[in-house]
Each structure stands twice: as C-alpha cells, then as structure tokens.
T-cell receptor, first 115, second 111 residues
Framework: GAGVSQTPSNKVTEKGKYVELRCDPISGHTALYWYRQSLGQGPEFLIYFQGTGAADDSGLPNDRFFAVRPEGSVSTLKIQRTERGDSAVYLC?????????????FGPGTRLTVL | GEDVEQSLFLSVREGDSSVINCTYTDSSSTYLYWYKQEPGAGLQLLTYIFSNMDMKQDQRLTVLLNKKDKHLSLRIADTQTGDSAIYFCAVESGGSYIPTFGRGTSLIVHP
C-alpha cells in the first residue's frame, strides 16, 4: 500500500556518536538503494541491495558507514563515529528489481545533523 | 565515471514554457530520467527516456535527447505555480543500474 518510509525524519546527534537510519521499502520490491543528498547537491549513491545482499557498496565513503538488510525488506544504514561532514539528507529508494527500465521510488529522507 | 551537469536556476512566468537542460559525459548511457523534488518531499519520477529514442511526450512534458551532443532537455508546457520545485536529471550508464544525478535546477514560477 504505502510508499517508501524512512525513520526518523530528523536526527540530531553529536560528533562521535553512532546513528541508525531505517528504511521500509515498498512491499515486494527486491532492490533497495541508499543515497546521500547534501545541501544544493543531487543525490549521491551509497549502496544498493538486491534481496538481502549488498550488490554494490562502492558509494560508501569510508568504513564508518555500513548498511544491512537481513530479511530482504527493511534496511538500516549505520554510521559510526559521526562527523560534522556527515550532515545531509539520507534518501532511501526501492524498485521491483534490476534489468531494463527500473523505476526507483524514493522515501522522504532522514535529515541528519551532526553538531 | 559519469558526470551530469545542469544549470542551477530557471525563472519563468506562469503560462509560459519552461526548458530545463542537462548534459552528461558517458556515451554508453541507457536510461535517462527527470525527477521532481518539492520542499520536504522525496524525489518523484516525472518521466524517462531510453537512449534509442530522441523524443518522448507525456501530457505537458516533452523530453528531447541529443545523443551526439550528450544533451537532454525537459520542456514543461503551460508552466503553473505548482510546477515550482527542483528538477533533477539522472543518467544510468551501460552496465550499471545506479543513476548519476545532476545538482538539480530550481524552477521558480511567478504569476
């Protein structure tokens, strides 16, 4: 029924803390994507899941970033030892799968602010 | 990798046509998309074009693709105030299912 949902909508944390951002994709969508959107920029790819496995994590900026999707539906993006430069809107998208035209449906995003 | 460029701002009068332009670098592009982002909302796919097409029309939207010049445009006919938003061009290149996004064009429609 509903579209892609993301929680929390806003997260304020202090430098050095750990945060988890959650994405609930559209039911039945096997592909799930995480993007980061900094102010005045377009979405920047982070990681893509096909089912439970990370098919492409080439966009993760460093090893402080990690994402999981243990049952092939909900995904969690985890950021350790947050830095001020991690402040951005984190977008999640899902799609039916890869191959051919593959429309991605985006969630509203989580705005992360690192103080 | 792919590089996608867009002008940052466009201002039009209500009722006029808007044309938003995008250039990209990878000649092996397959699918090219236009997304709309309104304040506080996620990205919404407006339309897309496959690389073997040079034009696609969908109601008030017309997409033109010039593969030789690696240029994509979105024309919005009879622009309304509700069309005010940021428009993102995104290009998916051969072998990848991950689109590269431009920085977005902020469309301002004034009465």
């Amino acid at each position: 029924g509903a579209g892609v949902s993301q929680t929390p909508s806003n997260k304020v944390t202090e430098k050095g803390k750990y945060v988890e951002l959650r994405c609930d994709p559209i039911s039945g969508h096997t592909a799930l994507y995480w993007y980061r959107q900094s102010l005045g920029q377009g979405p920047e790819f982070l990681i893509y899941f096909q089912g439970t496995g990370a098919a492409d994590d080439s966009g993760l900026p460093n090893d402080r970033f990690f994402a999981v999707r243990p049952e092939g539906s909900v995904s969690t993006l985890k950021i350790q030892r947050t830095e001020r430069g991690d402040s951005a809107v984190y977008l999640c998208a899902s799609s039916l799968g890869q191959g051919g035209y593959n429309e991605q449906f985006f969630g509203p995003g989580t705005r992360l602010t690192v103080l | 990798g792919e590089d996608v460029e867009q002008s940052l701002f466009l201002s039009v009068r209500e009722g006029d046509s808007s044309v938003i332009n995008c250039t990209y670098t990878d000649s092996s592009s397959t699918y090219l998309y236009w997304y709309k982002q309104e304040p506080g909302a996620g990205l919404q796919l407006l339309t897309y074009i496959f690389s073997n097409m040079d034009m696609k029309q969908d109601q008030r939207l017309t997409v033109l693709l010039n593969k030789k010049d690696k240029h994509l445009s979105l024309r919005i006919a009879d622009t309304q105030t509700g069309d005010s938003a940021i428009y993102f061009c995104a290009v998916e290149s051969g072998g990848s299912y991950i689109p590269t996004f431009g920085r977005g064009t902020s469309l301002i429609v004034h009465p």
